[in-house]
Structure formats: C-alpha cells, structure tokens
C-alpha cells in the first residue's frame, strides 16, 4: 500500500484549458470524478473542470485509514500539482466529498478561490450511517468469484438494494479484475471506518473567509436548519440554498439548476449574492 503522501490520483479535465475559471470537483462516497461530467459540461466554455477520483474510489490509490485531513491534504497536494499552479480554483464538493472540500479550504486557503458544498455541513451524519452500512454490507456480501458479468451482479443485489438507480450508482465501482471482478473503492476500509467517515474534524479556531455557496436538497435531511451556526462559525461568507424536489444527490436528480447556481455563483464575478431558493 504506499506511503500516505504518494497516492496516486486519477484526475480528468473537462473544458478548454485557455477558460478564463478552473473548478475542481469532489465527489461522494462511493463516487467517483466523472459523476460529474454533466454539471462541467455545463460550465463550458467559461470554466475548465478537473474531476477527481478521491482516495479509495474510483482508479485512484488506496490509505491505509480514512482521515478527513489527509484526505484534503492529499488533494491539496493534487492541485499545487498542475491544476491550481497558476492560483486559487474553486471547489466544489457533495457529501464526503464536501467535507473534504470544507477541510481543503480551511486548510490550504491559498488554493480556495469560492466553495460550493452540496448537501451535506460540518456535523456528524448519524441518519446515513445506517443507510450507507446497509450498502457497504450488501456490496461486500457480493460472490465476486462467481460473478459472470455486470447484470448478473445487478441480480444478486436487487434483493438488499431494490432501488434501480442506487443500484446503478453502485455498480459503476465494479470492474473487471484478473479475469474476474472487483470493486475498485476500498469497501473493507469503508466499512471498518464508517463512523469517521460520516463524522467531520474538529476544526475549531479554523476559519475560511471567501465566499461559500451551501446547496441543499429539499428532500434531503442531510443539512438541517440547526447546523447553520456551526457551518458560519467556520464559513461566515455563507449563502445556503435549497434546490426544490431535491434529494440529496442533488446534482443528479437536478442537473439544470445545479449547473444555473454554479454559474451565477463561480462564473459571474460580478454577482455578489446568490438568489436563494
């Protein structure tokens, strides 16, 4: 397994690099970069997007615990890189990939030129933890060795996880291994790491003073009306926004205005507020 400050990051662009903005994309648990391939697509011509695999997903390297700080550190360490040589970028990031997102700029301000964070604030999530143990257990439950193809698999699972599209969203992480399959997220350290994976670290005495643009789904429970003390305590250029019918993969479910909000609020540096929903 290497060493945690050499982990290998599969990254991919989206846009001309001549665009005048650069966002970076962090995704989900159990995501990946081109989860968000429609919503960069949505912010060309004007901005280049680098969508990144975060460790333990994706075709990017493994660490041997999860560790919020390392993680932004690890990304932080991506961007000075190539992507952010020339100066800050803006970053946007969904549930674990928002918490990594909030400790990047906190951390490492000098990279962060605007922060969007898609439903998810910097508490504890104990409402997932069920949901997200009931998935890892199902996935890892999956007969690898007898898999014969990747609708066989869709099979195995319909009966612990009957929705299509979370299914869908899951299976993406199989690939074909040694003549065989396998997930390529490090389920075991996953699942083994649950609870700090679904907590945040103590950032106190942290502050990021640029500005921050906190998307929430409406049907969403995953940022509640109580968490926005402690999101403006580390955020205070905070502006929250909920998108209607949304639930928490709100990207997903609302391409359209999740693309409309990010080019009111990374695009147009002449908007100094956005509308809230």
Known sequence: MPDQSDVPFHT??????????????LHGLFGRGRNFS???????PEAQSLLVDEPNHGQSGWTEHFDYLQMADLVA?????????AGPVDIVGHSMG???AMVLALRHPDLVRRLCI???????????????????TALRGLPLTEITSRSDADERLRGS????????FLL????????????????????SELATVMGFPDMTGSRFEGRVLWVRGERSDYVRDSDAPEMRALFPRTTLMTIRGAGHWVHAERPAEMIAALRTFLLNDRAESVKRG
Do not use: Y
């Open 12 to 25: 991919s662009l989206v846009g001309d690099p001549r665009a005048p903005h650069r966002v970076a994309f």
């Open 38 to 44: 429609r919503i960069a697509a949505g912010l060309k």
């Open 77 to 85: 360490a991506e961007l000075r890189r190539s992507f952010a040589v």
């Open 98 to 100: 928002g918490k990594v």
């Open 118 to 136: 898609v439903d998810i604030s910097p508490m504890t999530s104990p409402s997932a933890r069920g949901e997200f143990e009931h998935l890892l």
């Open 161 to 168: 996880i009957p929705e299509d599209m979370v299914r869908g």
């Open 172 to 191: 993406q992480n199989l690939a074909r291994q040694d003549g065989g399959f396998g997930w390529e997220p490090n389920l075991q350290l996953l699942h």
